[in-house]
Structures are given as C-alpha cells and as structure tokens.
C-alpha cells in the first residue's frame, strides 16, 4: 500500500479563484474562530454574573466615585435654605419648635415676597400652645405659596400628615429612597401610599392608598415654574416631561449598577450639584432678626427644615458614602438638590442622570470582551500588548465617566472585567490551538522522515518532496481542527511548507524568504525549530538502532562459535 504521502494520493482540484476565495475566508475563519465565539461566550458570563448580582456593590461604589469626580457645578441662587440649627434651638429653648414659631417665620419669610415656600418640619402633631397652632394654621389658608411636607405611610407605618390647613394641592412628601447604609442616590417624584396598619388613625394624603401624591422638591419646583409658564406633561411613554426636559424614570428590577431597584413608585437618579455649596443656607434666627438679603428670598424656591444634628434628620450621599463618622446632608437639603435639578433640567438643561436600556449595556459589555480577544490574539510582541490592554483600560473608563458629565451613566466595571477575562481565557485557548498545531505538526514531520529514510535520501526529486509536505500540513491542519473542535475543511491554497522545503532542493533562500508572509515567516521558524529538534531525535534513535543490531550480531555470532565448539568436543 502506497504511503500517505505518495504521489498517487487523489489530490484536490484547484484554480486561482478558489485559491484566492480560500485566502480571503482564512482571516475571517481565524477571527470567527479564535476571537469573536470566545470572546462573547466569556462576555456572557459576565453578564450573566453581573444579572444575578454580583457586581452591584463594585458598580455602585464607582457611580459614587463619578459623582464626587465631576467637577463642582456652584450654587443655585433660585434655592434658599432656612436651616434650624442648634443655636435656633437653644435660643428658643423649643424642641421640637412650636406651631407658633413656625407661623412667625413663614411671615417673616412672606414680607419678602418668595415665589415658593416648602415647609420640611412636620406639623402634624400640635406643638406648643392652642393659639400658635391656630396662627399657623390661619396663615398656611391664606398664603398661596405654601408647601407642606407629610410622610407617607407604609404596611408598618401610619404615616404624617401635613401642616394644618394645608389643601391637597399643596402637600409634598418627604419620603427618600435609601440604598444599603443609607445613601440617598435617588428621588420619588410621584408614589402611592400603601394603607396603614390600622383604620382608626385620621385620614390624610399621604396615608390614602387611592391618592397619587408628589414629592415636596416636585410640588415646589412645579409652583416656581409656573411662574415661568411651564406646567408637567405627559408624553407618549407615560413619563414626565417639564418644559424640554424629560424625566426618564427608574426601571423596577435591573437598572444601571443596581440589580434590583425595588422602583415601583416614579424615581429618578438624583444629579447632586456640589457637596457643600448646593444652595445658599441661613438661620431661622438670621431670617427673624432681619439680618438676610432681601435678594435671596424675593422670587426663590425658600425651604424650611432642620439642620441640627441633634433631630437626627440627615443621609448619607455619593459624597460621604462609606465614611465612617459623618454626619451626612440634611434633609431639606437634600430636598433642595432635588428640587434644584428639577429647576436646571427644565430652565437650564442641565442634564439628568440616566442608565442604558439592558441590551445596550449588553453590547457594551460584549464590545470590551471582543476588544480583549483581538488584542490576545493579533497583538504578538509582550510590551505592546501590555501598553494596549492598559490603553483599553484606561479608554473604557474615561468613555464612562465623559458620558457620565452628560448625564449617560453606562457600565464600567463589567466590561473591565470582561476585557481581562477574555484576554486571559482567549489567551489560554490561542496557547492551547497553537500547542495541538504544533504536536501535530511534530507527529507528522516525524513518520515522515522515517518513511524518507528507508527510501531514496533524496526522497526520489523536489516533485515528492513537495508533495509530501503539502500532505503533511494538510493533516496536520486536520489533527488541529478536530483538536479544537472545528469542522475539517480542506485547505486547497498553498501552503508555506513547501516554500521551505522548496528552499533545500534548489530554490534560492532569499527569494523564499521575500516572498513571505510575516505569519509565513514565523511558521517557517516553528518548521525549521520542529525539524531540527525530529532529526536529532531520530538521530538518536538511529545510533541506538545500530548500536542494538551491532550487539545482536554478536550475540550471533557468539552462538553460533559455541555451537561449533561443542561440537568438536562431541566428536572427540
């Protein structure tokens, strides 16, 4: 039986068009292959652990760090906070402070003819003598321009009604949604309350599970506006558009960094100004003694609220999440970057915060792991896939972050992890295609030498040998696809092999060697590396062969002297 590498082996039909087809489809095979099937499979999973949740504390810490890298935006000189702080308190000697006192405030506040007014200090409960609630309660009926806050009530909680003659319209919840330790990244603009525990407490807003409540910063950034001839609309989609602005909500479920939001209420991600000078921020004794600009308060959005840590009424924000021993943001001030992100979205387009639809980040995420496989893959010299993998790293972040100042707030985390995982797991697989190439290559070139070696030397003409080594790339072409679990295709193009080989039986080495691809060239040093270290094994064996036959004939021989021996002796 005729070797496998014999002339008469039946050989593929071929022409220079299927040739150049066949050239044309090697690069797109070895990137379907290698590259783009790996790389999203293992983009897929990190997906798949990003769905479950395992990366949400990792994504959310960075959307913090986003927050505290943007660049302070300054203060909003539509919003004036009256702050209640310690001193007020000691001075009035009143905790909490009495209905009375709040009445004089608001109109002390009213002499300076301020477009809104939001009372964030609960009311529900009288406070102090019959006279200061009836006061209050007379000048909240006759103002126009007073907000008051309630607490929404829950299966647990009864919730608190607003100031005392405050008409519907004019009531807010100061209800936040908090995230683990408290941090306040978000706020509800519009929610329904759930029904209280028990049926005797008294019926108000915001414990009516018919009712559909807004938010305090809503309630007070709508009055401002209508002053400006804008109202809330309703688009297509059932959200909430002011003016040009559009108030994409919070998906319930996976949203962003969060794997759930738990948003069944209208929420939006709260777009902070500054850390520290958000609003401008006063006394209730500077406001009563007449020492406040009359410019701060004529025309503004004014909110009242506790600023004493001893009410206890402060959240932890993207600017203090994490560390330990701060006091954190009060809550109407916290209202008031609410209500002043309502203010800039719609006056000044300043943009909202907002995530991606799922499938988006999913593209994304699936982008960085390709961008990871090509670099493994295409990229041969160690420095320059170092500084590339590092380059990849650094633009994934700063895309996020540059969308982020507009408002976009994409993935980080998981397409980084995706990047270098599949520059690893592709890595390991290109080892291991290029590893079973080899050894193939290895086994091949092996059996046949031995075949050339019982044969001609010169393996019977340049013709053979040609042959011989198309034969042997073809199969070991054939052992690497079955190894990797690819279909076997016949490759019909040339092969570099032969070149080589060309070059031992009369070809000129320089011209093989111009006419070479790079990746020609380096499978050209794999052969020569292949062979050389073939030829030295069979080399050894060889002497071994002749060392062991050499020792056999003696053995012979030495029989056949001492058969001869006995028998001279048998003879005697």
């Given amino acids: 039986m005729a070797p496998w590498f014999s002339k008469q082996s039946p050989s593929l039909p ?10 044309r489809s090697r690069p797109i095979r070895r990137f379907l292959g290698q590259v783009l099937i790996p790389s999203l499979v293992l983009g897929f999973g990190v997906i798949l652990v990003r769905q479950f949740g395992g990366l949400e504390a990792a994504e959310i810490s960075l959307y913090d760090r986003f927050i505290r890298w943007r660049p302070d935006e300054g203060m909003d000189e539509r919003i ?4 209640i702080d ?7 000697w009143e905790y909490p402070l009495h209905d009375g006192t709040i009445a004089d405030l608001l109109v002390a506040l009213e002499r300076y003819d301020p477009r809104v007014i939001a009372l964030d200090v609960g009311r529900d409960v009288p406070q102090g003598d019959a006279t200061g609630r009836e006061r209050l309660e007379a000048v909240v009926k006759e103002s126009d321009r007073i907000i008051s806050v309630c607490v929404m009530s829950s299966g647990l909680h009864p919730g608190a009604g607003p100031a005392p003659g405050t008409p519907n319209e004019r009531v807010g919840f100061g209800d936040f949604p908090q995230d683990e330790l408290g941090v306040v990244r978000r706020a509800i603009l519009v929610s329904a309350p759930t029904h209280p525990p028990d049926d005797w407490i008294r019926r108000h807003l915001c414990n009516n599970p018919d009712a559909q409540p807004i938010s305090l910063a809503l309630a007070a950034a709508l009055a401002y506006l209508e002053a400006e001839g804008m109202d809330a609309q309703k688009t297509e989609y059932d959200e909430i558009q002011l003016g040009p602005a559009i108030l994409l909500p919070v998906f319930e479920g996976q949203y962003g960094g969060y794997h759930q939001t738990d948003a069944t209420d209208y929420q939006v991600m709260l777009n902070y100004r500054s850390a520290s000078e958000a609003v401008r921020v006063v006394t209730l004794t500077d406001v009563m003694q007449g020492k406040v600009e009359p410019d701060w308060i004529e025309d503004r959005v004014v909110m009242i609220g506790y600023t ?8 932890s924000t993207p600017y203090l999440a994490g560390k330990d021993g701060s006091r954190g943001m009060p809550g109407v001030v916290v209202h008031a970057h609410s209500t002043s992100q309502l203010l800039a979205a719609t006056l000044d387009q300043r943009p909202l915060i907002f995530a991606l639809p799922p499938l988006l980040e999913m593209v994304w995420i699936s982008l960085w792991a390709v961008i990871g496989g090509i670099l493994v893959v295409y990229v041969r010299s160690t420095w320059v896939f170092v500084v590339s993998g590092g380059v990849a790293l650094v633009l994934c972040t700063w895309v996020a972050h540059a969308l ?10 998981p397409p980084v992890i995706a990047l270098l995982v599949c520059m690893a797991g592709v890595g390991l697989l290109h080892q291991a295609q290029q590893g079973g190439y080899a050894q193939a290559i290895v086994e091949q070139l092996r059996e046949q030498l031995r075949i050339g070696l019982q044969h001609d030397p010169a393996l019977k003409g340049r013709s053979q040998q040609q042959d011989a080594v198309e034969g042997l790339v073809q199969r070991a072409r054939a052992i690497r696809q079955q190894r990797s679990g690819g279909r076997v295709e016949p490759d019909i193009g040339p092969s570099p092999l032969p070149n080589i080989v060309g070059s031992r039986v009369g070809v000129p080495p ?11 060239g380096q499978t050209q040093v794999l052969y020569d590396q292949i062979k050389a270290q073939v030829e030295a094994e069979l080399a050894t064996e060889q002497q071994a062969a ?7 004939r003696e053995e012979q021989l030495q029989q056949l002297l001492d058969r001869a021996r006995k028998a001279r002796q048998e003879g005697q």
């Fill in 404 to 413: 982020f100042l507009q408002g976009i707030w994409i993935p980080v985390v």
């Fill in 86 to 92: 310690e001193t007020d308190i000691q001075t009035l």
């Fill in 510 to 520: 320089t011209s093989v060697m111009e006419s070479q691809t790079p990746m020609e």
């Fill in 308 to 315: 004493s840590q001893i009410v206890g009424d402060f959240f």
């Fill in 546 to 552: 002749v060392k062991a036959k050499a020792a056999q």
């Fill in 14 to 23: 071929s022409s220079p068009s299927l040739q150049g087809r066949q050239k």
């Fill in 80 to 83: 004036l906070v009256v702050g």
